[in-house]
Structures are given as structure tokens and as C-alpha cells.
């Protein structure tokens, strides 16, 4: 994964000004660029870091410490001797004492195996996690890259409606002066072409709106100018059969398995608690204590010291007892969540397929109207001007035509977004 990424990265383009993107260049700009995927990957690297014995409690525990106390005091002695009384005020003391010691956890009911697998399971989870993260990055930025495409296409067809519309403005005129037409038609005429340009309008700025989205996704300048030139090719090889059988591919499912393991593990190491805890120690001590006055003028020590040390937990109220029990729920929780996801992601299989196998059957004939109307149009326009249709038969073309087209992409579209969504859930989306 970490090769796959470098590869990735290594592989983007270099982004200016008005600069043409194509597909493969937005996929790259996305995944090198994409918070989410960073967020993901620290995820991974934050799992990896604690997936030690250190962290799950095996390995030893070495401490060290030094303690150096200075202090005054005054002493009065008196003896049966009264020759040996002593009075000594301000005397001085100094007391230091420095300490190595070790601990290693001998035996605690396997809570450090249990916890060590817990660990490991979480790193794997956090890397189907960055997997699913990638895979959605790639779905949305194709997604919104065809939806760019898909407005496009929107707005050639108003152009070539437009196309037509003046045509039709300057047969009128040409008729209106040599008495053969009225102005009406030529009003409406104007008026009709007026509504388009109006339209054209507002469909640039569909447009220009759908590149700031795809710009929000690969963390650019929502402003920078780009320029798509694609087409939408959607891929028949999909099946149903297939699509269902690629769910146990999806980094969701997997990592919901993962919790589940997850959580059997945690049931070991609440279940641990109940068991006696078995630890050797050792270490070094050095005592030093100095009198300026008194009895002890100088007492020093020093020397290792080895031992083992036992707890046995009686009874605390029954805590490790009731902390297992919830532990053994949120394990049934978690295979109960998977079972939701499977069946979830199983229905959106489906669906999405259906959606998909229909806007398939439909797209071979959509082609074949829109160039039907195209054709219509044409030949329309010059009966038009032959005055041989009227101005009602060229609107009615011109609709049409713009119907076919907008009818025509969407289904391209619809068909292209289902088969990025079977993959995607599929964790087979490539380009």
C-alpha cells in the first residue's frame, strides 16, 4: 500500500493556470493531496507505533530514581557521665539515597498475548480503513469529473440548438424583406433564441461550479481554471453475480470483521483481570546518611536486591466480572453491526446494479433518437426555409433534439456513476 502510494504521488502532475485535466491527472492530484487520506494514513501510522509489547505491558519496566535531603538541627545530649553531655546547635545532616529498580510481568491470565493480538488487529483495521478511504476519494473525484463532462454535454446541445435558432432568426429576416414573413415570428423567433442564450448562461455556471467541486476535492483553489475534455465510456463486463461476490473484497466489511476480533480480544483482557498477577523484581540500592553531630557520624549502604511479587485479586465488587460481561456485548455488537453493513451494502449491490443494467439497455436506443432528432432538426430547418414547415415545426425539432441530448447523457452518466459505485463497494475501482 505505502509502494502504491509513493507511486501515485511520484506519478501527479504539476499543476497550473487553465491547465487541461484529464482523469488520471485529478485521481493523482486527489490522492496525494486528499486530507482524508492523510488523516487515514497518520491512522495507520499511529497503529503501527503502539502494535508493540511495550504498549500491550510485556516487556520490563525499569525505573530509576536519587533523593539528596540537606538539613539543620540542633542536638542536646546528656549522659550518665556529665563529662560526655554535648549541646551542638545548627549541626549539620545530609541524607542521599539513589535506587535502580526492574520489573517484568511474569504471569497476569495472558492479558499481555491478548492485548499484544488486539494491537495488531487494530493495525490491520486502520490499513482497510486507509484502503476504503482511497476508494472513496477515487469514486468522488470520478464522479464529479463525468458530472463535469455530463454538464458539458449540456451545454453542446444548447449550442447547437442555438446554431439553430439563429438560422432561423435570419431566414425570417431575409423572408421579412422581400414581404414573405411577419413579425411575429419574427419576435418570437428572437425571443426563442434570446431564452437560450439565457440558458447557456446559466449552465456555464452549473459548470464552473461543478470544477470548483472537483477543485474542493483535490485540495486546490476552488478559482484555478481548468479545462475537461472527456467523453463518458461506461464498461458492460459488470455482472450481479460478480458485484455480490466482490463484497468480501470491501476494506468496510473487512474492518468490521476486524472489530469483531477487536473485541473477543478485549473479552480476554477484562477476563485477565480475574486472574493472579506475577511479577519478579530487582534492582539496586545506595543509602548514604552523614551527621555533623550525634550518635552516627557516617552510615552508608548499599547492594542489589531480587525478589517476586504476587497479587491475587479477592473481591472488588465484582467490577472485572461486570467489565467482561459488557465486553462479551460489545463482541455481539460489533458481529451484529457487520451482519447491518453486509446486508446494507448487499442491497446497494443490488440496486445499483439494477440502476445500472437499465440505463445499459436504454443507452443503444437513446443514441439512436438523438441522432434521429439531430437529423429531423436538419432537415426541418432547410423545409423551413424552403418554407415548407412552419416556425411551430422547428421548436417542436429544436425540443426535440435538446430532450434527446439531455436524455442521452444523463443516461451515460447514471450508467457511468452505478458501475463507479459497484466497484468502489467492490474495492475494485481502477481507471
Do not use: C, H, W
Amino acid at each position: 500500500m505505502k509502494r502504491f502510494l509513493i507511486i501515485i504521488i511520484l506519478a501527479a502532475p504539476i499543476f497550473g493556470n487553465a491547465q487541461q485535466l484529464s482523469l488520471q491527472d485529478a485521481v493523482n492530484l486527489a490522492l496525494k493531496n486528499s486530507l482524508d487520506i492523510q488523516l487515514a494514513k497518520n491512522n495507520v501510522d499511529i497503529t503501527t507505533i503502539n502494535n508493540s509489547y511495550g504498549v500491550a505491558g510485556g516487556l520490563p519496566v525499569v525505573t530509576g530514581g536519587v533523593t539528596d535531603n540537606e538539613q539543620v538541627t540542633s542536638i542536646s545530649q546528656k549522659y550518665s557521665d556529665p563529662a560526655r553531655n554535648n549541646n551542638s546547635n545548627n549541626a549539620s545532616s545530609n541524607t542521599l539515597s539513589a535506587n535502580v529498580t526492574g520489573s517484568f510481568l511474569l504471569y497476569n491470565g495472558m492479558r499481555v498475548v491478548a492485548a499484544k493480538k488486539r494491537l495488531e488487529q487494530l493495525e490491520q483495521q486502520s490499513q482497510q480503513l486507509l484502503i476504503s478511504q482511497i476508494q472513496n476519494t477515487i469514486a468522488a473525484v470520478m464522479t464529479k469529473y463525468y458530472d463535469i463532462v455530463r454538464q458539458q454535454s449540456y451545454i453542446k446541445t444548447i449550442n447547437q440548438s442555438i446554431v439553430v435558432s439563429q438560422q432561423r432568426l435570419d431566414i425570417l429576416k431575409t423572408q421579412k424583406e422581400v414581404g414573405m414573413a411577419n413579425n411575429a415570428d419574427l419576435f418570437q423567433s428572437q425571443l426563442d433564441l434570446n431564452a437560450l442564450l439565457q440558458s447557456q448562461k446559466s449552465q456555464q455556471l452549473v459548470i464552473d461550479q461543478a470544477k470548483s467541486d472537483l477543485l474542493t476535492l483535490l485540495t486546490l483553489n476552488a478559482d484555478s481554471a481548468i479545462m475537461v475534455k472527456d467523453t463518458i465510456i461506461v464498461s458492460n463486463n459488470v455482472s450481479l453475480d460478480s458485484a455480490l461476490t466482490s463484497l468480501a473484497k470491501n476494506p468496510d466489511l473487512i474492518a468490521a470483521a476486524q472489530q469483531i476480533r477487536i473485541n473477543e480480544q478485549l473479552v480476554k483482557e477484562t477476563a485477565a483481570q480475574r486472574y493472579p498477577s506475577l511479577r519478579l523484581n530487582g534492582g539496586y540500592n545506595y543509602n548514604r546518611n552523614q551527621n555533623s553531630a550525634g550518635f552516627n557520624l557516617l552510615n552508608e549502604s548499599y547492594g542489589p536486591q531480587i525478589g517476586v511479587s504476587l497479587v491475587v485479586p479477592i473481591y472488588n465488587g465484582s467490577i472485572y466480572k461486570k467489565q467482561q460481561q459488557v465486553a462479551e456485548i460489545n463482541t455481539k455488537n460489533a458481529a451484529i453491526q457487520r451482519q447491518t453493513l453486509v446486508r446494507d451494502y448487499s442491497a446497494s449491490v443490488v440496486k445499483t446494479y439494477q440502476a445500472y443494467a437499465n440505463a445499459l439497455k436504454q443507452l443503444e436506443t437513446e443514441q439512436q433518437n438523438y441522432d434521429l432528432a439531430n437529423q429531423l432538426l436538419q432537415l426541418v430547418i432547410q423545409k423551413f426555409q424552403l418554407r415548407q414547415a412552419t416556425i411551430v415545426d422547428v421548436k417542436l425539432a429544436q425540443q426535440s433534439f435538446e430532450d434527446a441530448g439531455y436524455r442521452l447523457v444523463n443516461l451515460s452518466y447514471a450508467a457511468k456513476s452505478a458501475e463507479i459505485e459497484l466497484k468502489r463497494i467492490a474495492n475494485a475501482l481502477t481507471l
